[in-house]
């Protein structure tokens, strides 16, 4: 089972983000409303992967992405941002994301349901 760190500073948001990663199989293991308090979580848990904002408090999304980075090399991180530019989303990129992912995710969406998957790695439940 994936297990994955949702990072974001819209406890709305990191509702949604956690039902549906459950819905896929997926096991939460932990919830962050800023940079700082995604590394405190990042070093506890090693998540497979982690699912970080940009625009937070007290330490912004590519702040935390280059500090993850530092700690573990090979982390997988997937930015899930409201942000539209595509010099914000190269700059990700460069810092060493996996993917980007742009908001929102909508409960029930299979389209949202399915970019999801792909940004975890993961295939759908199968169901018998």
């Known amino acids: ?3 994955v760190l949702v ?3 819209s406890r709305f948001m ?3 983000v ?3 990663l459950e819905s896929l199989g997926v096991q939460v ?3 962050a409303g800023d940079g700082l308090e995604a590394l405190e979580q990042f070093q506890q848990h090693r998540p497979d992967v982690t699912l970080l904002d940009i625009t937070m408090p007290n330490m912004d999304g590519l702040e935390c992405l280059t500090r993850i980075r530092e700690i573990d090399a090979d982390a997988r991180v997937v930015m899930l941002s409201a942000v539209q530019d595509e010099e914000t989303v190269a700059k ?3 810092l060493g994301a996996a993917t980007f992912l742009r908001k929102p995710i909508r409960m029930g969406n299979s389209e ?3 970019r999801l998957q792909l940004a975890l790695g993961i295939t759908a439940p ?3």
């Open 92 to 94: 990700c990129l460069k």
């Open 1 to 3: 089972m994936v297990s």
């Open 126 to 128: 199968q169901i018998s």
């Open 18 to 20: 956690k039902s549906a």
């Open 14 to 16: 990191t509702r949604v």
């Open 112 to 114: 949202d349901e399915q």
């Open 29 to 31: 293991v932990g919830v």
């Open 7 to 9: 990072v974001d500073d």
